[in-house]
């Protein structure tokens, strides 16, 4: 199995702020990669995919990059509605793999 | 309007079988490409995929879990249903459902989760 390691698992920023969450694969995942957003007591939301792709309706804030093994989930300016848990899941195998997680905290 | 809907047991005993049901709407799993899947999360803990099934009737397992998982659907009544066998308590854990887009393990809509705990 493809092992999807993110970091960090925790950040704490303020509002405005541009933050960025990192994802590594165990091998080459040619871009099947995927972003959730996932608040408490909710299932996650589909953020981005073919890591750059936004999904309809995410708001533009949200970028992502990458290629090969790494990749990155960049939020341009935190807004309150943002704080919450963030997965990495890469899709290029049989059988997806999830990211440990980054839970974004309010500084 | 896609919708999926997670139901089962709050609470089963060790050593048990859970049988958890997902019922959706705003798509056919007789229509091609469509597929859904199960995935897992303990409290406090990371997503883990357990299953898929497709609308030919192709099913995937998680490699760690394939003996204890059966998947099934009922396109009749817009249900899959998944059994996991020998439950033991790092079994307990938030039970979500999800389609997939096209036949990628992408997961584009989710149900909104089902807790279940195991414990004597």
């Known amino acids: 199995d493809i092992q999807m390691t993110q970091s960090p698992s925790s950040l704490s920023a303020s509002v405005g702020d541009r933050v960025t969450i990192t994802c590594r694969a165990s091998q080459g995942i040619s871009n099947s990669l995927a972003w959730y957003q996932q608040k408490p007591g909710k299932a996650p939301k589909l953020l981005l995919y073919?890591?750059?792709r936004l999904e309809s309706g995410v708001p533009s804030r949200f970028s992502g990059s990458g290629s090969g093994t790494d990749y990155t989930l960049t939020i341009s300016s935190l807004q309150p509605e943002d704080f919450a848990t963030y997965y990495c899941q890469q899709y290029y195998s049989i059988g997806a793999t999830f990211g440990g997680g980054t839970k974004v905290e309010i500084k | 309007q896609v919708t999926l809907r997670e139901s089962g047991p709050a609470l089963v005993k060790p050593t048990q079988t859970l049988t958890l049901t997902c019922t959706f709407s705003?798509?056919?799993?007789?229509?091609?490409?469509?597929?859904v899947s199960w995935i897992r999360q303990p409290p406090g803990k990371a997503l883990e995929w357990l299953a898929r099934i497709d609308w030919d009737d192709d099913k995937y397992y998680s490699t760690s879990l394939k003996t204890r998982l059966t998947i099934s659907k009922d396109t009749s009544k817009n249900q899959v249903v998944l059994t996991m066998t020998n439950m033991d308590p790092v079994d307990t854990a938030t039970y979500y459902c999800a389609r997939l887009r096209g036949y990628s393990y992408l997961f584009d809509y989710w149900g909104q989760g089902t807790l279940v705990t195991v414990s004597s």
């Open positions: 073919a890591a750059s």
């Open positions: 705003g798509f056919s799993l007789s229509t091609s490409g469509m597929c």
